[in-house]
């Protein structure tokens, strides 16, 4: 499906370009506006990532939450600093649909089956956002893209596979905020290697064209940001878009 994204700064909707801090756009929308306008257009879930917490997960947005959770909890993936059992069930009582965990995914692998068994798989979403190397080489890094771990994409999809791992949503930072196109070459091999993933890909979305290529990849979502906010098509374009490939498929 089609999952608009929706990044968050000290209460206002930004984009980063390539994960860039110092690389800052801020966006004139509401953040209420925004979701009822996505909502009401049909869509399931829509992305948000708390920048704020994902640099430091003491400073979280609630604010931010409170005004939206009420209405809109059970459409709302979050993110952002989420690194405990207890920021998992923060949400979990909030209400939303999945929280998404990036940094603790690495640092954290020996307790993730424990909030799987707890929560179920498909509340907890795997953020693994890569920069690729030489020898194409995707390593992963956390901690709001600052932080190198040296690790390798394929060696973690293979640890969080055996504790039951469903969603992952896979970023190529190069790609993040730059409406350059998505990595399909990327795609396409995670799913041919990890089929039973359900993979969220994200990163560059420009054009409907984009959107049918990604779908053709055999993701089952894509995030979507930048393009939406800069009315490069409409999320009902994308809709259908996404829809149309996925009778072709």
């Known amino acids: 499906m089609i999952i608009p994204a929706l990044d968050i700064m000290n209460s206002k909707i930004v984009r980063l370009y390539q994960g860039n801090y110092n690389l800052l756009k801020y966006y004139n929308y509401k953040l209420y506006n925004i979701l009822k306008q996505y909502i009401c257009s049909g869509i399931n879930i829509v992305h948000i990532v708390d920048l704020n917490g994902a640099r430091n997960p003491k400073n979280k947005q609630k604010t931010i939450y409170f005004k939206i959770m009420d209405i809109f909890k059970r459409y709302i993936q979050i993110g952002g600093g989420i690194r405990d059992i207890y920021d998992i069930e923060y949400f979990f009582l909030l209400g939303v649909n999945r929280v998404v965990i990036g940094s603790s995914m690495i640092k954290k692998i020996n307790e993730i089956k424990k909030w799987i068994d707890v929560y179920g798989n498909d509340f907890i979403v795997a953020a693994l956002d890569i920069r690729i190397m030489e020898n194409n080489k995707k390593i992963i890094f956390i901690n709001g893209w600052e932080e190198n771990t040296y690790i390798e994409l394929e060696n973690i999809l293979e640890k969080l596979l055996s504790?039951?791992?469903?969603?992952?949503?896979?970023?190529?930072?190069?790609?993040?905020?730059?409406?350059?196109?998505?990595?399909?070459?990327?795609?396409?091999?995670?799913?041919?290697?990890?089929?039973?993933?359900?993979?969220?890909?994200?990163?560059?979305?420009?054009?409907?064209?984009?959107?049918?290529?990604?779908?053709?990849?055999?993701?089952?979502?894509?995030?979507?940001?930048?393009?939406?906010?800069?009315?490069?098509?409409?999320?009902?374009?994308?809709?259908?878009c996404w829809q149309r490939e996925l009778s072709h498929v």
């Open 163 to 240: 504790v039951n791992i469903k969603h992952v949503l896979c970023t190529d930072i190069s790609r993040d905020g730059t409406l350059f196109g998505p990595n399909v070459a990327l795609y396409k091999e995670m799913v041919n290697k990890f089929p039973t993933i359900h993979f969220q890909a994200s990163g560059g979305i420009s054009t409907l064209s984009d959107i049918k290529d990604i779908k053709n990849t055999g993701v089952k979502h894509v995030i979507v940001g930048r393009s939406l906010l800069e009315n490069k098509f409409t999320i009902v374009e994308a809709m259908k």
